[in-house]
């Protein structure tokens, strides 16, 4: 199976590595390249199709579903997407692109993936895939009620509309193939940590930690099955973020110099790995070996404790406002200011990372995970 290859190794030239003499027609070819490539970085084992990426779970790979609702896990204003598109607020929890955006344009499938509940939808746009995550959602359903979002059950429900409307489109066989050879991408858990359990005292005198993630993770497997009965056979199931390192946490929880909040963090690392035994353990017994845990606390850790190694020169503050605690309502354009240089920072707001930072966790998870999900 050929390995995933950035665009930096596979389209520069060889001449110019060998030759100062061919500078001009070097620079000339490496512009015309950058300006006509579109964006495909990886490539495919022959014969694989990826048709589509589908995508459930919270504000990390929301793209507007909650933008009609009643909540404070909305997003939908200035200065979100503030470089998204040219500057739009889609509802994406980031300066621009989210991580379904970023596989999907790596799959050289299409350069985002929308909401499946924007207005503006096209049919067509449901043959390569949208995203069903709902802002605020948890693995636990009181997570999800607290914050107002679209409930995992109730994402399910759409993912079944959009397979009926799929098939009134393409027919039964070819809706078959999609969901068959689709990616299918779910991110959930940071909320039901961080806004749940460690929010809320009552949470608290019913579960322990222990107890608490077991429930998470035993609603993120039940989740996946329902996929695979549904014909999905590529599922990402994603890990829980170092949750005590994000600026939002620090500030409410990590005392006077803001440090990690390590019983948030244990919380996570305790929940990655009930998940992971969890899926690996699903995966063992359907026989698919492409029901994959994929590990996002460690990728986004090391971005955070050593920014200047990625680029970034901020890890512990947001860069919308102040970065201590603007987040959704708090982070909009009368009240807080956006940071000078946005690349410069791990995370846009308090809680959710900028898009450069989702760039290079996606680009180290393909490294990482590729080879298996085919
Ligand atoms: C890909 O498909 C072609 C045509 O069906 C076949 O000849 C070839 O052997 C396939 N390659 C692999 C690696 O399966
Ligand atoms: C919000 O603020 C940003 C940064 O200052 C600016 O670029 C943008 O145009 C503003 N947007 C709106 C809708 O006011």
């Not at 919270?58 to 404070?72: F, L, Q, Y």
């Amino acid at each position: 199976m050929e390995r995933p290859r950035s665009v930096h190794h596979h389209i520069i030239p060889y001449f110019c590595l060998v030759s100062s003499s061919m500078l001009f027609w070097c620079t000339f070819f490496l512009v015309l390249l950058f300006t006509t490539t579109t964006h495909a970085l990886v490539k495919l084992p022959e014969n694989t199709t990826v048709p589509a990426v589908i995508v459930f779970g919270d504000s990390i790979v929301d793209a507007g579903n909650n933008d009609d609702m009643i909540t404070e896990a909305r997003c939908d204003y200035a200065p979100y997407g503030i470089d998204f598109d040219g500057g739009v607020a889609t509802g994406r929890f980031s300066n621009g692109k989210v991580p379904g955006d970023i596989v999907a344009e790596e799959l050289g499938i299409k350069p985002s993936i929308p909401a499946y509940r924007d207005p503006n939808l096209k049919p067509e746009d449901l043959l390569t895939g949208v995203t069903f995550a709902s802002g605020g959602a948890g693995y636990v359903p009181l997570t999800t009620k607290l914050a107002g979002g679209i409930p995992l059950p109730q994402q399910l429900k759409y993912f079944e509309q959009y397979i009926a409307k799929l098939k009134a489109m393409v027919g039964e066989e070819r809706t078959q193939f999609i969901i068959k050879n689709s990616l299918f991408v779910v991110i959930c858990g940071s909320n039901d940590i961080a806004n749940d359990f460690f929010a809320l005292p009552p949470v608290q005198l019913h579960y322990t930690v222990a107890s608490f993630t077991a429930l998470m993770a035993d609603n993120a497997r039940s989740f996946a099955q329902t996929l695979y009965g549904y014909g999905a056979r590529r599922i990402l199931v994603f890990g829980a973020p170092p949750i005590g390192c994000v600026p939002s946490q620090r500030t409410v929880a990590g005392g006077p110099t803001r440090d990690c909040v390590a019983r948030f963090n244990d919380a996570s690392k305790l929940f990655n790995s009930k998940l992971s035994a969890n899926i690996d353990a699903l995966s063992t017994t359907l026989q698919d070996p492409t029901i994959i845990y994929i590990d996002i606390y460690s990728p986004l850790l090391d971005l955070i404790l050593s920014p200047q190694q990625y680029g970034f020169k901020v890890g512990d503050k947001g860069c919308c406002g102040t970065g201590l605690i603007e987040v959704t309502a708090l982070c909009n354009n009368y009240t807080a200011a956006v940071c000078p240089i946005r690349s410069d920072y791990v995370f846009w707001d308090s809680f959710h990372p900028t898009e450069k930072a989702y760039r290079i966790i996606v680009a180290k998870l393909f490294d990482k995970y590729f080879d298996r999900f085919f």
